[in-house]
C-alpha cells in the first residue's frame, strides 16, 4: 500500500528501490537531476541514466569514440543490430562485448517471430562458450510489473538438467531458476548466484533482467546481450555478478523496461503497454535463448518442447 500523505511518499519509494531490487532505475527519487551524458578525463562518454551500451557510445555525431571503442551497425530484416566493443578498462562499461537489437515493440513480438529470434539468438551464441552447461538466472522482482522480466523469461527456457534427466546427444544441459529478491529471501542475488555455481558447476551464467533506457523510443523496442557479467550503475548495488566474483564466464540479457521523466525527480516512464512488453518480451527472450542454446532444434520445436 502506497502511502497517502505526499511527504511520506518518496521515502516509501526509495525503500522500494533499494529492498525490492529496482536497479534499472539510475537516478533514485529526490536525487538532483543531472545531465545525460558526461564527459570524462579519458575523452569518454557517460551516460548515467542508461543500461544500453550503444547509447553510451553508438551515438554518431555526438562524441567521439574513445580510444579502445568500436561501433559497428547492421541491419538484419526489419531488425538493426549495434555491437559496441570495448578493448579497454575505465571506461563507462566495463571491458567486453555488447550487442542490442532494435525491433518493432516486442509487446507485438512473441516466440512465433521467427526472424527476430533467428537474429537474437545468432547474436547472443557467439557469447557463449561453446559447450557445457549454462545456467540461466531470472533476475528481478516478479510482483512489480517493470522487473519481471527476469522471472518471466527463466518460464520459458528450456530446461534439460534434472535428477531424473537422461543426457541426449545434441542436446545441452540448461537449468534455470528466478531467485526472487533479498526482502523475500533473506539472502543477497550474490549470495544465492555464488551458491548455484558452486553446486552446478555451469560453464557460463546467464543473467536476465529488466533494463534502464536513457531515450524513451526504446523502452520496450530494444534486445541488448553482452559477456560483461550484470552491471548496474551503483557500484556497491548486490546486483553486481562477474566472472571475477563468481569463476565462472557471465553474461547478460535484457530488454529496457524503464526511465527516469525529464519533467520531474520523482517521475519515472514505462511503456504505455508495460504488461504486453513484459509477457511478450519474456517469450521472445526465451525463445531467443533456447535456440542460442540448442541450435539443433527449430523454433517451432523449442517453442513445442517448452509449451
Keep these: 500500500m502506497i502511502p497517502y500523505l505526499p511527504y511520506q511518499r518518496k521515502p516509501f519509494l526509495n525503500f522500494c528501490l533499494e529492498f525490492f531490487h529496482f536497479p534499472i532505475l539510475l537516478v533514485p527519487f529526490g536525487r ?4 545525460n551524458t558526461e564527459i570524462q578525463p579519458d575523452g569518454g562518454c557517460k551516460l548515467r541514466e542508461t543500461d544500453l ?3 553510451l557510445f553508438g551515438q554518431p555525431g555526438k562524441t567521439a569514440l574513445p580510444a ?3 561501433v559497428a551497425t547492421a541491419r538484419q530484416g526489419g531488425v538493426t543490430i549495434t555491437r559496441v566493443e570495448i578493448a579497454r578498462e575505465g571506461l563507462a562499461r566495463p571491458r567486453g562485448r555488447y550487442v542490442t537489437l532494435e525491433v518493432p515493440s516486442v509487446s507485438l513480438l512473441d516466440e512465433r517471430d521467427s526472424a527476430v529470434i533467428e537474429a537474437a539468438a545468432a547474436e547472443l551464441r557467439p557469447l557463449l562458450p ?3 552447461p549454462v545456467l540461466v538466472l531470472g533476475v528481478g522482482n516478479r510482483r512489480v510489473t517493470a522487473d519481471a522480466l527476469g522471472p518471466r523469461t527463466v518460464q ?3 530446461v534439460t538438467m534434472g535428477p531424473r534427466t537422461v543426457p541426449v546427444q545434441g542436446i545441452r544441459p540448461v537449468a534455470a531458476v528466478a531467485p526472487g529478491v533479498s526482502a523475500a529471501t533473506g539472502l543477497s542475488l550474490q549470495q544465492l548466484a555464488g551458491a548455484l555455481v558452486r553446486e552446478l558447476r555451469p560453464a557460463a551464467l546467464l543473467c ?3 533494463l534502464c533506457s536513457a531515450e524513451p523510443e526504446r523502452l520496450g523496442r530494444t534486445l541488448q546481450f553482452s559477456d560483461t557479467g550484470l552491471h548496474p550503475a551503483q557500484p556497491d548495488h548486490s546486483r553486481h555478478l562477474d566472472a571475477a566474483r563468481l569463476g565462472v564466464p557471465v553474461l547478460a540479457a535484457g530488454i529496457p523496461t524503464l526511465m527516469q521523466a525529464e519533467e520531474g525527480r520523482d517521475l519515472v516512464v514505462t511503456p504505455r503497454d508495460l504488461d504486453g512488453v513484459i509477457a511478450h518480451g519474456a517469450a521472445l527472450l526465451g525463445a531467443a535463448i533456447n535456440r542460442a542454446l540448442q541450435p539443433k532444434l527449430s523454433v517451432a520445436q523449442l517453442c513445442w518442447l517448452v509449451g
Design 32 to 35: 538532483e537531476k543531472r545531465s
Design 53 to 55: 551500451a550503444d547509447e
Design 68 to 70: 579502445g571503442v568500436r
Design 130 to 132: 561453446p559447450e557445457g
Design 156 to 158: 520459458k527456457v528450456f
Design 208 to 210: 536476465v533482467d529488466s
